[in-house]
C-alpha cells in the first residue's frame, strides 16, 4: 500500500492513463509512437469494395429468384393508402 502511494506522489506518475504497461517504459519514460502501414487504407478498401459489390450482387441474384419462383412476389394492386 505505501509503494502505491509513494508511486502517486511521484510526478513521473500523475495524469497517466490506466493502462501503462503498452505506453511506458518501467521507469516512466514514454515509448515511441509504433510504426503505421502506408498504405492501411487501400488495403481496407481492397478489401471492402469487392465485398460489398459481391453481397449486392448476390442479393440481386436472390431477390430475382425468389421473384421468378413466385416464393416473393410484390403485389403493386395492394395499397392500403387509397381512402
Request: proline residues 8%; negative net charge.
Amino acid at each position: 500500500m505505501l509503494q502505491l502511494l509513494h508511486r502517486l506522489r511521484n510526478p513521473a506518475f500523475r495524469g497517466r492513463p490506466n493502462d501503462v504497461s503498452q505506453s511506458y517504459y518501467r521507469n516512466g519514460g514514454l515509448k515511441p509512437k509504433p510504426e503505421q502501414e502506408p498504405m492501411a487504407l487501400v488495403l481496407i478498401l481492397v478489401n471492402v469494395v469487392p465485398g460489398v459489390m459481391l453481397g449486392t450482387y448476390a442479393a440481386k441474384k436472390l431477390a430475382y429468384f425468389l421473384e421468378v419462383s413466385d416464393l416473393f412476389a410484390p403485389d403493386l394492386l395492394d395499397d392500403d393508402d387509397d381512402d
